[in-house]
């Protein structure tokens, strides 16, 4: 108990940091030791994810049907989570000899926290203001907040990114820009087969 605790208490600290200090954050992760296990609490609150949004998206609350749609959103987020990782650690080797598969897997399961913050907001969202929504002022308001909210996540996401590879292999921009120009067909094609399969309008990548 008072392990988990302790590391409850340094998960939470790092999520601070990684808003405040990303930078200084995502260098201390790959030499903290307890790093692997503090992933766990983010796998925690994507599955968390999972089976909130299957309870508010399906509309009967059969029991079958939640499995299912439970079933379907976290088969779907494993093959996107393991193919970006597998993807950056063999681009990452071929543009450096440094790096390890543990800080690929690390870092990248830490750059998921923008990710699940506007999954979890669009979700609650849905539930208070549900579609279709007005053109009124407030209408307006609302999806001005939304998108700047939304522009805002996203740039913590590439700054997480980029640092992602930064500490991983000790690589410049240059070669970061490299990696990024193959794996952004990679999340393309992911993105396009998630949204014809129905599982994902917007990749959970």
Do not use: H
Not at 112 to 126: D, I
């Amino acid at each position: 108990m008072i392990n988990f605790l302790r590391l409850s208490l340094l998960f939470a600290r790092n999520v601070v940091n990684c808003v405040n200090s990303p930078y200084v954050t995502f260098r201390k992760l790959t030499e903290e030791k307890t790093g692997v296990k503090q992933t766990g609490f983010i796998f925690f609150f994507v599955v968390a994810y999972f089976i909130f949004v299957s309870w508010i998206r399906v509309p009967f609350r059969n029991p079958y049907l939640l499995t299912m749609q439970f079933n379907k959103l976290l088969l779907g987020w494993i093959v996107g989570f393991w193919g970006i990782i597998i993807l950056l650690y063999f681009l990452g080797k071929l543009v450096s000899s440094r790096g390890t598969f543990r800080s690929v897997f690390i870092l990248w399961t830490w750059s998921l926290l923008p990710t699940l913050t506007w999954f979890f907001l669009t979700s609650f969202l849905f539930i208070i203001f549900p579609p279709p929504r007005t053109l009124s002022i407030w209408g307006k308001i609302y999806s001005l907040v939304f998108i700047s909210f939304s522009l805002s996540l996203l740039f913590w996401k590439l700054i997480l990114y980029y640092l992602t590879l930064r500490f991983a292999f000790r690589i410049d921009l240059q070669k970061i820009t490299i990696v990024t120009f193959v794996v952004i067909p990679y999340i393309v094609m992911y993105s396009v087969v998630m949204y014809s399969l129905g599982i994902f309008r917007i990749p959970f990548i």
